[in-house]
Structure formats: structure tokens, C-alpha cells
């Protein structure tokens, strides 16, 4: 059931409740008919008393011998005239005709708030219109999804890019800085997707990886104030741990989807999606177009921004070194560590 229809059934709800207290509970606001009986009853003793005291000569109060709950009991206001001879039958079928009132109001209030939100919709899709962008077209956000492409957005879809990678898949998913493909970091892996993106297969990937794993990877090699820089767009190059000959580029991302895939898998392969040599692509239909054969799952979110590709470190010499100029800027790095002009 939903929200919407669960509002209504608990307005009504209410309605009901009220009314049923206002005309059968004990403080209704309506005369029932055994009132007017108790008050003519009052009424006659009144007047006989009254004759009494006139005839004695008495100039007592004429109330002298009703008690005080029978005089409160006359005096208290009752409600409304126009109820007096009010009914049971009467009070259910009031009862009733104001909860349908209260139900055809509720409904129709839905009703005009489903027509606003249909109209806003349209009127966002018709000033798009001349927009070639797909990320700015509602009904093709939706329209991408299927077995192929999942939606990033939802734990389901999220599970699904895990689970594909945790086997060793092969997946295309928006990262932090752009679309990337990514795979558990091994040697399968990365023959893939060389081969995908037609590579020099002599040129390494960036890892991107949680901190725990990042610290793994690296080791004692970099220093505590590189690894201050992270979560961030910056790629830093160093010597892995361990094996002192042999380079990493690695990379913590600040990016909250992207980290929960990590959190799976603790650190992946991420290199943008495109033929090596050609501009990445950020066009999820131009991205199934081209690889959606070639790889085992695309994840998509229609509400990522993405930034410029990731500033590339080399922390390998010192001072350190700029190898590309992305979205962590050189004036932000000079104030924290040595670079070379």
C-alpha cells in the first residue's frame, strides 16, 4: 500500500473518530431526546413549587427544593437547537455523509497534486526539448535501464556492480571523477581490459581503493602528509609496499557510491571509459553503444556530476612531480607539500 493511500485511510480514520465522539460520546453537542424529558420534568417542578411559595406568601427562591445536581443538570448548555430531535439512525447517517465528505476531500487533494507534479514533469521535459544532452531528458534516464545497465541510485543495482566485480567482471560505473571500467586489481583483469580499450598493454592502471587498502598498497613509501590528501581527486604515484622496484598509482576517492563498491571489494582497476587515445566518454548511451558487448555490467546514475579527470602525483622522486594537471589544483597541493616548478 502506499504513502499516499495510507494518508487517506488515516484521515478518515480520524474523521470517524471525531465524529463518533462528538455525537455519542458524553459530552455530545447534540440534545438527545432523554434530555428534553429531564428538562420538562425540571420545568413542572419549577412551576409547582413556585405556586406553592406564592399561595404561603414565601418570597423563597423557586429552586429551593430541586437539588443541585438537577439544577445544573437544566442549566447546562446542551448545543445545538436544530439536533434536538436528533436520532440514532440520524446521527449514523451524519456520520457517514461527513466521512464521505472528508474521503472525497482527501481524494480529491491527490488527485490535483498528481496533476501539478504531471504538469511540472511535462513542462521540464518541453524545455528540454532542444537539449541533445541525454542526462537532461527524464524519460531517457529511464529508459536506458535493463539487464545490461543497472541503476546505481538503488541497493539492488548497487549489489549487482558489486557482485559482478567480486567474481572478476568486468564492469563500467561512474566514479568519482568519470565513467571508468574497473575490475579487481590482477593480471586476467587487466589483459581484459587492455584489450578493451585497444592499450599498450605495458601501461599500468590506477588503483582506486579505500584508505585502509590504500595504505596496504603503499606502505610506508609515501609520507603521512600525502596520505593526508585523501579522499580526493588526486592519482599518487609510488613505490609499492613491498616491492621496492615496482610502481602504483593509487587513489582514494571522495565519492560516496564509488566507496561503497570499494567497501566490497577493497581496491579496483579505474581507467576511463574510451579507446585509448580518444576523449572518455560520458554518454551512457554512446557507452552501451560501444562496450556494452564487451563488458559484463554497466552502472549508471543520472544524478552524477562529474568533474575533471583526477590530478596525477608522482611521489616516487622529490620534490614531488605533476605528471597531469586535473581536478586537485597546484595551488592547493604547493600549500601542503614540495613540487617542482
Known sequence: MTSKKLIMLAVLALCLILLFAALFGEKSLFKTREMLLKNAELEESISE???KNAR???????TENISDSDYDSFYRPSGNEFFAETTTARKVLISLGCSGVAVFIVLLLLVLRKRRISLANNEAIDDESDDNSFFNKRNAKDAIFDDKVVDMRTKEGLNKVCDTIA?????IIPC????????LVNDAAKERITAIKERDPNKNFIVVATMQKAKHLLGKNITNDLYSLWPSPLTIIGYRAGNGDEKIAVRVPNDDKLNNVLNCVGAMYSTSVNISGEPPLDDIRAIKARFGERVDIIGYDPDKVFSAPSTILDASVFPFKIVRQGAYPRKDLEEKISLQD
Request: with cysteine; charged share 15%.
Open 49 to 51: 413549587v413556585s405556586y
Open 56 to 62: 404561603l406568601g414565601k418570597s423563597y427562591k423557586v
Open 167 to 171: 567474481v572478476g567482471g568486468v564492469a
Open 176 to 183: 568519482d571523477t568519470v565513467y571508468g571500467f574497473c575490475s
